[in-house]
């Protein structure tokens, strides 16, 4: 019983000991994502892996899709991803948390975890729009607060 106790003990004083999450802003989240691939894990078991291209595609696979035409951009204290074309787009807007390696999206919404995911330096996956052109356009220049600086995809 006293082992039991002790084990129950140990267990309990692990949250205390890990390191506690950073909510990142808009800045922290560009430079943690630009140029890297993020990889993870929805909360519903579907697994992601997007290449944040510096120009603002969104290349690799979103869960469900290959992405063919999706875009990103950070607000001052998110991360947006824009999919589809303009006549049936969606948006998809994320807080992020990090704490170690271990990066917690939640959804600007309603603030549930939506993912858990690791940054990969560079493009290690070969994510790529295999040559077909898609424009990361309008839609996010006008979106609510002022975006980061970068060129848009225009290819």
Known sequence: MRR??????????LPALAPAAERLS????????RG???????????????????????LGHNGWQANTDACWITKPDRICYYYGPPSDRTVHCFSVEVSGDLYVLRNSGNGMV???????????????????????DGLISRAPGPPMSRKLAQR
Do not use: M
């Open 4 to 13: 039991f106790a002790l084990a129950l003990l140990a267990v309990l004083a």
């Open 26 to 33: 808009g800045e922290a989240i560009e430079r943690a994502f």
């Open 36 to 58: 890297n691939t993020v990889s993870g894990r929805y909360t519903n078991g579907g697994f992601f892996t997007e290449y944040h291209d510096p120009n603002g595609q969104a």
């Open 114 to 136: 939506n993912a858990l995911a690791k940054v990969e330096l560079g493009n290690p996956r070969n994510h790529t729009d295999n040559g077909t052109p898609w424009y990361c």
